[in-house]
């Protein structure tokens, strides 16, 4: 009871100090619990070598990204406990972040992206949905958190944009395309009000419950549309964002405009998609020249 007593006050306190997404906190509450129950006894009362213990046993269970988080939420959860005088030391303080190898995202070249767009069935209300929900996700590199908290006053289809909060609770203006538009305008005027069954909500995108869809039900969403174009990549939830901000670098787009885009606080995360293009580039050079 104790740890959970200090987990829930370290989540509060982390909330209302960084208004980080509900995502983050669900997987630092996951991190300490799994570690409260491994402890099997109070999380205030540890030493550094017990923490090297911990972290030693889940090497072998998780990746270095996984690993690098769960170091990430232990720092702070024992500052904030330092902070509040409940320890002397912080026991993280030795450790150091695990090695991670630079990992590219799935790419989608132009025509698998129009493959995906062109999968749903257009005359029904659910096609009309999907397809609205793709087209925007392509047109503007929105999370998928972002893309099912839609609310009908942060889309402005006259005026041609779209008002996003973000990660940390920032906000961002972005610009929409306008085959996205006309698919958003046929959404809006054929599916959406069949889709709120005689009910009130401000919800943008609806489930068949006449709610905001959620993140898994859009993961199946667009796997079986991938099924359906013969696409066999594995794609996830952020497969169109990576595909937004690969075209518009491989356009000519610079990297601080993409980077304003995505919502990015740090350029360095933006330039895995100049990774990507070298990647092409070098793949283009190997099959078609003749020295390649």
Not at 99 to 119: G, H, R, T, Y
Not at 136 to 141: A, D, I, R, T
Not at 161 to 179: A, F, N, Q, S
Request: proline content about 3%.
């Amino acid at each position: 009871m104790e740890n959970e007593v200090l987990i829930n006050q370290f989540l509060d306190h982390y909330w209302l100090s960084t208004g980080s997404s509900s995502n983050t906190l669900s997987a630092y509450r996951s991190d300490l619990s799994l570690f409260s129950k491994w402890l099997d006894s109070s999380l205030a009362d540890i030493s550094d070598d017990t923490i090297t213990q911990y972290f030693t046993h889940r090497q072998t269970k998780t990746s270095s990204a996984t690993q690098a988080r769960i170091l990430t939420c232990f720092r702070i959860f024992y500052q904030y406990l330092l902070n509040q005088k409940l320890i002397t030391n912080n026991p993280t303080a030795k450790l150091h972040h695990p090695k991670q190898s630079q990992k590219l995202p799935v790419f989608l070249n132009i025509e698998e992206v129009n493959s995906l767009l062109d999968a749903p069935d257009s005359n029904s209300l659910f096609g009309m949905r999907d397809r609205a929900m793709l087209e925007l996700l392509y047109s503007c590199g929105l999370r998928v958190s972002e893309l099912i908290n839609l609310d009908l006053q942060h889309l402005n289809l006259n005026d041609e944009y779209i008002r996003i909060l973000g990660k940390g609770g920032k906000e961002r203006l972005l610009p929409m395309g306008e085959v996205a538009i006309d698919y958003l305008k046929i959404y809006e005027q054929k599916a959406r009000p069949h889709l709120l069954k005689k009910g009130q909500t401000n919800g943008y995108f609806l489930s068949n419950r006449g709610s905001n869809m959620s993140r898994q039900n859009f993961f199946y969403i667009i796997k079986a549309y991938a099924l359906k174009a013969g696409i066999d990549k594995p794609l996830s939830p952020h497969t169109l964002r990576h595909a937004f901000a690969t075209h518009l670098v491989q356009q000519g787009a610079d990297l601080r405009s993409v980077q304003l885009m995505l919502g990015h606080s740090d350029i360095s995360t933006t330039q895995i998609y100049t990774h990507i293009q070298n990647v092409q580039l070098k793949s283009q050079h190997a099959k078609h020249h003749p020295r390649g």
